[in-house]
């Protein structure tokens, strides 16, 4: 007996009772369609949390200080310590020393209160180099970056983010302009472009960005030249731990530290932030699957209690086959062909409604992140579904192959 | 063409054995039409499902058209079954989801045989007279159509021999003769046929009547035709 006799045989056999058939491939329509979007919801997310990261620059090194220790050796925050200088910013931006690093930054700043006529908004304050844009991939709307000569003089001059553009000028171009922040006054050069949400709390489109220098002589006032942060971009994402290693030692031997575990900073790299949310979506994505999964075993169940009373309904045709020459695996062939149709075309109209879902579903509820349905995933699905078939249908099929032929005849 | 040799078949009913054929011997030639009758309990049945190859006799050698049936496996009893046996059942045993056609076909299907597959049937169904019906369910035919639906799907693989098991069991007595005449057709043209049956006076068809009595062969005649069949 050829496949595509088989197949004729299935669909008649299908046909033959419609409803029954229709109800167990929903079965496993459901199944598919649920691996299908909730996969694709797992990976969007993971997408989405990826973007948010890389929009940070995914070759962004972080240096903070080590924990300050108070009196008695008492731990204090996170970054509270203040050991970095301006100093270490230029040393780890030798080339010589560290090779993997294309520029570093200093970063130190806080909230800060800005007016312009009658409009006021609290923000929060950067000050930093003239490298900024590049490195924290901050890239310009308009007017222009602080240079080099405007960190040296500590000019008073700002760049500004879209939020506080909106929130300080009703229309008006602020290039120009002259704000008070903390009562000093700024000029405005320039304003950066819209950047998003990094997916935490702060927005990173409501910043002020004057020169480090311009920063700890007006507005940081009593707290010393420290810098907060030191950000270095490395020459690749790949170069990122290479550049690890450098920084930390350029950074042990100006601080005059042996033990590396005694060092007075920590280094955190954006490609470490990266592949912890990854591994957290990773395994977001596979729960969503295993879940959607246990629905599609749910459906391969259907199939074989279907099948089962398919076979038992059959017994007497099964009988006549046998009777007029139909061997072991024909019997075989047929009943398996009638379950893994059932399960393959449940399989290929869950996917269709799969996608279906995954369209429509994130217009109704909004905070979904979009689904993102990999092909891979698509025909892993059918090929699952169509195993199904082939699994949930092997008992019930060798039942039937298995009846004697006298016995099969003799069933009422 | 059939030779039966000290053929017996045990069946076991738990710790009782049931002997239903005690050592029968038989030699049918070819193109002889042979009736097997017996009252219920005489081991007919399992007489015909041997003959048949639905089943294995206990001992004894049964050898059809040059094979020896008794050592073959499942699938080689289902390839004799397919290409040197027709069945004829009293309960017609046509399949009831497809067409009169697809049933006539089916033995060619399992032959693996696709080579005008669908002509053949048409045959088939043209020598029993029903050429008009090929695209009718099994249900939409009568009693006597259908039976004659399951003799052309016996004879599509041109097999060595008929088997009938009562196969007028179910019809009435105009339905009857007229399967009772095709079979006698067939015969005339050279087919071998094996008709089981308790009723004489269908026996009476049957050039040879072999009769059958708790397992064992009681009388085995030839006999006069039937005068009402000598056209």
Known sequence: ?412 | MITLEGITKVYRAGEVEVPALKGVSLHIPEGEFVAIMGPSGSGKSTLMNVIGCLDQPTEGRYILDGYDVSALTDDQLAWIRNRKIGFVFQSFNLIPRVSAAHNVEMPLIYAGDSVQRRERAMAALESVGLLDRAGHLPNELSGGQQQRVAVARALVTDPAILLADEPTGNLDTESSLEILKLLRDLNQQGRTIVLITHEADIAAFAQRVVRLRDGVIVSDERQALAAELVR
Do not use: C
Request: charge should be neutral; avoid cysteine; aromatic fraction near 6%.
């Open chain 1, 1 to 412: 007996m050829s496949i595509i006799e088989g197949l004729r045989l299935a669909v008649n056999g299908l046909l033959s009772n419609r409803l029954r058939s229709g109800l167990t491939m929903l079965g496993i329509l459901i199944g598919v369609s649920a691996v299908i979007l909730l996969v694709g919801v797992g990976n969007g997310a993971s997408v989405a949390v990826q973007q948010q990261i890389q929009s940070l620059g995914s070759n962004l090194l972080t240096v903070f200080p080590s924990n300050a220790r108070g009196a008695g050796g008492v731990q204090q925050g996170f970054g509270t310590g203040s050991t970095l200088t301006l100093d270490d910013v230029k040393a780890i931006a030798n080339r010589q020393s560290s090779p993997d690093v294309v520029t570093a930054i200093p970063s130190a700043g806080g909230r800060a209160q800005l007016t312009f006529g009658n409009q006021n908004w609290n923000s929060s304050l950067t000050g930093t180099t003239e490298d900024f844009p590049s490195v924290r991939n901050y890239p310009l709307a308009s007017g222009q970056f602080f240079t080099a000569g405007d960190v040296d003089a500590s000019s008073k001059v700002a760049v500004i983010g879209q939020t506080v553009v909106t929130n300080l000028f009703s229309g008006e171009d602020p290039i120009g302009q002259v704000i008070k922040i903390n009562r000093q006054s700024f000029r405005v050069i320039g304003v950066l472009a819209q950047k998003g949400s990094s997916g935490g709390f702060n927005n990173q489109d409501d910043v002020v960005v004057v020169p480090i220098t311009a920063a700890w002589n007006y507005l940081l006032g009593g707290r010393g030249r420290n810098v907060q942060q030191i950000y270095v971009e490395a020459t690749s994402a790949e170069a990122t731990s290479a550049a690890t290693t450098e920084v930390t030692q350029v950074l042990l031997d100006r601080h005059h530290i042996s033990d590396p575990a005694q060092a007075d900073f920590q280094i955190l790299s954006q490609q470490d932030v990266l592949n912890s949310a990854s591994q957290t979506t990773g395994v977001l994505t596979l729960m969503l699957g295993a879940i959607a999964g246990i629905s599609l075993v749910v459906g391969g169940i259907g199939i074989m209690n279907i099948m089962l009373v398919t076979v038992t309904e059959r017994t007497r045709e099964i009988g006549i086959r046998k009777a007029i020459g139909a061997r072991r695996r024909d019997i075989l062939m047929q009943f398996l062909i009638e379950s893994m149709f059932l399960a393959g075309l449940g399989g290929a109209l869950g996917i269709l409604v799969g996608f279906g879902l995954s369209r429509i579903l994130p217009l109704a509820v909004s905070s979904l992140p979009t689904p993102i349905i990999s092909m891979p995933s698509v025909f892993m699905a059918f090929g699952i579904s169509v195993g199904i078939g082939l699994f949930f249908g092997l008992y019930p099929a060798n039942r039937a192959a298995r009846l004697r032929p006298i016995e099969a005849l003799r069933y009422e």
